[in-house]
């Protein structure tokens, strides 16, 4: 396993994040280590993706800090957050590659957008990037003629091709079947050990975010319950984080709650 520091490459202090007067993200304080994975896990509106989005720097918070390489991105100047931005890559839930350009010119944009190298070297960086993810043979095609998996890999692509210290993957395995989430999954290990990259996951797979993860994060309503090893989480007692991995649904730990009280409440007034 390769080895990380407490060098913390990502600080989130105290942040709070609020939408129409309701708090979606209250108090979060995180430290993400210079090259481990941090999977982020929580239910539905819990505000995995909500601390995601400020991480990379689309948002700004209603308070708190959030520093990238000691670099607050609230207050940082414009020049300071494009390198920030520049140094994080990012492969969303849905591809969202351009049907209209090739496979390679969808994973070279970042390089025609954001660099002035030559044609030659783009196209190069294109097809290394490609090779990593196992789609050399697929640069001059659609991505409208790719499997889901490939048009994960190939967002992948993209992401790398600026070189990122920070990789981000929200839902990486979601709609793929067990077999093609799996080998994501080892690309994923594969890129984090080849290129040193320290990386931020959101997941609801459990077999992924038990596979990949060096840590977890537990959020729910808004806030971090427990942060710890995959063994330290799966060991936890705490009582959402046992519903969660036990796939307990809500109303069965609402009714066990209801029985109790009745329980009690009928064996104290028969005293």
Sequence with gaps: MQETTIDPVISVKDVVVSYDGRRVLDGINLDVRRGETMVLLGG?????????????????????????????????????????????????????????????????????????????????????????????????????????????????????????????????????????????????????????????VVTHEMPSAFRIADRMAMLYQGSLIEVGTKDQLRSSNHPRIRQFFDRVPDEVVKNAVIDSYFERYLKEGLQ
């Design 44 to 200: 539905s509106g819990s505000g995995k993706s909500t601390l995601l989005r400020h991480i990379i720097g689309l948002e700004r918070p209603a308070a708190g800090r959030i520093l990238v390489n000691g670099i607050d991105l609230a207050t940082s100047v414009q020049k300071d957050l494009k390198r920030i931005r520049r140094s994080i890559g990012v492969a969303f839930q849905n591809p969202a590659l351009f049907n209209s350009m090739s496979v390679e010119d969808n994973v070279a944009l970042p390089l025609r957008e954001h660099t002035e190298l030559a044609e030659s070297t783009i196209s190069l960086m294109t097809w290394m990037k490609l090779v990593v993810v196992g789609l050399a043979d697929f640069g001059s095609h659609s991505p409208r003629d790719l499997s889901g998996g490939m048009k994960k890999r190939a967002a992948i692509a993209r992401a790398l091709a600026l070189d990122p210290e920070i990789l981000v993957f929200d839902e990486p395995s979601a709609g793929l079947d067990p077999i093609v989430a799996a080998e994501l999954d080892e690309l994923i290990l594969a890129l984090k050990h080849a290129f040193s990259m320290t990386l931020v």
